[in-house]
């Protein structure tokens, strides 16, 4: 048996033989690799360089343009970042900045770069509440069968809404999409459709596994029993933002608006404490249009147990809440010790306030561009199927009012969760999604 030399490097228990050890000049292969890497890296840092692609430039598209343009990694290039992140640059964006940027997606679409145009029309209409229909657009992307996202049809012209109403009886392969994108053009036109594709249900009906008006609720109204449009949500949307650890007697007692906080209840399904997810007065200006009658709107959950099923509470008249006797208990939920469990949550409450001013009412509407998604009213950010609960008193849908995103709450955080509300049932639920 040929003899093993054992490696030169100092702490190494590894053995090579001869001929390695006369190849790498005595160290085995593991630690000539270590060497090479921390030689790349050693030559990495002393020559890397920053480059600002925005140096001069002062337009916002082009600003734009350059955060949309993809580069090659180079480890050699640290590029610098702008002073200013997309989703506040979209928002800024003049109507003639808008209809520019706009028209450059088209130009990205017609040279095949489909996935950078869609990504710069999403941000267009999510960011800054623009409506596609004066470039052609609209009418490039049915031709390139391009549906997804169905949002960017939203409220598009009724020349545009014609001819998919058209193709949705003949286009078998498509039918899907062009549902969900009639749905978020949802105009009168629409809405009868809808109606009559309800009293008299088409062939092609039975090749779906929704009926079609069930279709309208991803794009947040459903359809009545009297064969009208209900929208399900409030238009006005007010961003949670995260202002960052408060200073000791920062914030008053009992702000306006409080969120993550002790609720005293236990949640009777598992025994665990509840938290009150959101506690908002009555005249604060992110619940000025919501239907609250008492003096303060606050939606209370078991944070564990509303990931496996919608929690209903009931408000009492100060707006207050307490379980609800029509909750039912999911068929599987996790043992838990909540003596055990950690509620370090609690504290990122304190680091929440609402904006002062709203924001677009379907700015967090695509969770796939990571938007800051909690948030007071506006359209929610649904990570999964649309999923309004049903209201336990009086059978209704329930309004959305408000979500909050768990990454910004828990360092290795995920999933949203969803708050609703029954003005008339003077009931409010919760649920929970992710990915």
Not at 30 to 52: L, S
Not at 159 to 176: F, K, P, S
Not at 243 to 262: M, N, R
């Amino acid at each position: 048996m040929t003899e093993r030399i054992p490696c030169k490097s100092e702490g190494c228990s590894a053995t090579i033989l001869p001929a390695t050890f006369q190849k790498t000049g005595g160290y085995c292969m593991p630690c000539v690799q270590e060497k090479e890497r921390q030689e790349r890296q050693a030559y990495i840092m002393q020559h890397r360089k920053t480059v600002d692609l925005y140096a001069g430039i002062t337009d916002p598209v082009e600003v734009l343009k350059i955060m949309h343009a993809s580069r090659p990694h180079d480890p050699l290039i640290v590029y610098a970042p702008y002073r200013s992140g997309k989703e506040e640059l979209y928002r800024t964006l003049s109507a003639e900045e808008a209809c520019r940027l706009e028209a450059y997606a088209v130009e990205l679409l017609q040279t095949g770069d489909e996935e950078t145009c869609t990504e710069i029309l999403m941000s267009l209409v999510c960011y800054n509440n623009r409506l596609l229909s004066g470039t052609g657009i609209l009418a490039e992307l049915i031709h390139r069968e391009i549906y997804d996202p169905a949002f960017l049809y939203k409220h598009a012209p009724a020349h545009i809404r014609d001819l998919l109403l058209e193709q949705v009886e003949t286009d078998g392969g498509n039918r899907n999409s062009l549902l969900l994108v009639l749905s978020w053009i949802g105009d009168d036109v629409v809405v009868q459709r809808f109606r009559e594709w309800r009293e008299h249900a088409p062939e092609w009906a039975e090749e779906l596994y929704i009926a079609p008006e069930q279709y309208a609720h991803e794009a947040g109204w459903e359809l009545t029993q009297d064969g009208k449009r209900r929208d399900l949500f409030y238009p006005d949307n007010y961003a949670v933002e995260k202002t960052g650890p408060a200073a000791a007697g920062a914030y008053p007692v009992e702000p306006a608006a409080s969120f993550l906080t002790e609720s005293g209840q236990s949640c009777e399904w598992c025994g665990g404490p509840l938290t009150i997810l959101a506690d908002i007065q009555a005249g604060h200006p992110s619940v000025e249009r919501l239907p609250v009658t008492g003096q303060r709107l606050q939606v209370q959950t078991c944070v564990i147990c509303s990931c496996y099923g919608p929690v209903y509470m009931e408000l009492d008249s100060l707006q207050g809440a307490r379980w609800s006797a029509f909750n039912r208990k999911p068929d599987y939920l996790p043992d838990r010790n909540p003596a055990e469990e950690s509620r370090e949550y609690l504290s990122a409450g304190k680091q929440f306030r609402i904006a002062e001013e709203p924001r677009n009412t379907y700015h967090a509407v695509q969770w796939t561009m990571e938007p800051w998604a909690s948030q007071i009213g506006g359209y929610p950010t649904w990570i999964q199927d649309a999923e309004y609960p049903e209201c336990p008193c009086c059978s209704q849908r329930m309004h959305f009012i408000g979500q909050l995103d768990w990454e910004a709450v828990e360092e290795y955080g995920e999933g949203i969760y969803y708050m609703f509300l029954c003005p008339e049932g003077r009931v409010s639920a919760t649920l929970f999604q992710q990915s």
